[in-house]
């Protein structure tokens, strides 16, 4: 008896780790920025370089997002 599995679907695999990676990337550039300047610099200057880190997160974001939209408006 034949073992009837769908077939992969590389795209959608491909997808779900880009959806994965940019958010690990965000995440890490804000949590450990703001680490790293609070240990350096202190609370008061991790709670504005977060904010600063907030706008370069929401930046790479908006990014793929366009990207994402782009590429589904290619393949229509």
Not at 16 to 30: F, G, H, M, P, S
Not at 45 to 51: F, I, N, R, V
């Amino acid at each position: 008896m034949p073992n009837k599995q769908a077939p992969t679907d590389y795209r959608k695999t491909r997808r779900d780790e880009e959806r994965r990676l940019v958010i690990l990337v965000i995440a890490a550039l804000v949590v450990v920025g703001t680490g790293l300047i609070g240990l350096i610099w202190g609370a008061n200057a991790a709670l504005l370089g977060g904010l600063c880190l907030l706008g370069g997160a929401a930046l790479i974001g908006g990014l793929w997002l366009l990207l994402g939209l782009l590429q589904k408006l290619v393949d229509q």
